[in-house]
């Protein structure tokens, strides 16, 4: 029987976040620990200078407060999610960051080192939480920094992506953070567009939205909403950029579930957790006999979960 005293660290240092996570060997949570990057208000982002350092301060005090948690078991692997995506020459200096604590973790404990990507990270943990039980389907990445359909065949222990859709400007999260910044939320600014746009039950604006064969572009929805963002309340403005988000991403997809015959859709990234979202791409999808599948927002949000299981995944095949 495998023990559950036997755990896997998984790590993951995105742009904004640092993730620790514990999982056993019956792949069982037992830590979920994540730290979000301090950004000055006002701010639209952090250079990855500031993002590396917090890190390491973060990363120092987390796993200082958890060591007395999982004191009673035996690490025998750490995965860490060491660049953005699994794609040859994809690198981002925060990554590095935790995948430096990782290799010192193993070399300390003299335990396993497996790398992995921050986007098989997400989908991942995205995978563990929904009942989406297929070996191929299509997944939408959506968050602060990417906004990518994907091709996704899953493997033993890792993925097969090939990128068949993305925006070719901006992302999600960009576009909801200009606005939000604008209309004076401290950034990340998702949760407050997400709950604004709950409460408005107006009819708003249809944006002219820009959705060719799965590419997007949202510079021009962004001035079109900068251009009226005076002109109407903060619930309006925030569901004019959910919609626009939310009708782009719908004909996308419509389009590539189409043309690749896949009808199982799983959705990712910290955009993900909007609820407003979610709800309303449940049903225009069911529509067209469309499954849209969406985690809860800690498992949509940046974790280490993905990595940690995947990192058991990696070790029991070693086993």
Request: charged share 25%.
């Amino acid at each position: 029987m495998i023990s559950k005293n036997k755990i896997i660290l998984g790590i993951d240092t995105s742009c904004y976040t640092t993730s620790i996570a514990a999982i056993n060997l019956d792949k069982e949570i037992i830590i979920n620990e994540k730290k979000m990057l301090k950004v000055k208000k006002g701010n639209r982002g952090l250079r990855q200078s500031d993002a590396f350092f917090q890190h390491t301060n973060n990363l120092g005090d987390m796993f200082g407060e958890l060591k007395a948690k999982i004191i009673d078991y035996d690490i025998v692997g750490v995965c860490v999610s060491s660049r953005p995506r699994p794609i040859e020459g994809s690198y981002m200096p925060v990554f590095s960051c935790g995948y430096k604590f990782a290799k010192t973790i193993s070399c300390v404990l003299n335990s396993k080192l497996y790398k992995t990507s921050h986007q098989e990270c997400h989908i991942e943990a995205a995978f563990y939480d929904t009942n989406i039980d297929k070996e191929k389907f299509l997944c939408i990445h959506m968050s602060g920094g990417t906004t990518e359909i994907l091709l996704v065949n899953r493997k033993l222990y890792g993925y097969d992506i090939d990128i068949v859709g993305a925006t070719k400007d901006i992302s999600t999260g960009q576009l909801i953070d200009r606005v939000g910044v604008k209309l004076g939320y401290e950034f990340p600014c998702g949760k407050y567009l997400d709950k604004n746009a709950l409460k408005c039950d107006r009819d708003v604006h249809n944006m002219k939205i820009s959705s060719k064969e799965g590419y997007i572009n949202f510079s021009g929805v962004e001035n079109q909403i900068f251009s009226i963002i005076d002109e109407y309340s903060k619930e309006y403005i925030s569901k004019v950029v959910l919609d626009s988000i939310l009708n782009s991403i719908y004909k996308s997809v419509v389009y590539l579930s189409n043309k690749y015959n896949l009808k199982d859709v799983l959705f990712v990234g910290g955009v993900s957790s909007s609820e407003y979202i979610s709800n309303k791409m449940i049903d225009k999808l069911s529509n067209n006999k469309i499954n849209a599948f969406f985690t809860k927002p800690s498992f949509a949000k940046d974790n280490a979960i993905g990595s940690g299981i995947i990192g058991v995944n990696r070790f029991l095949s070693e086993v």
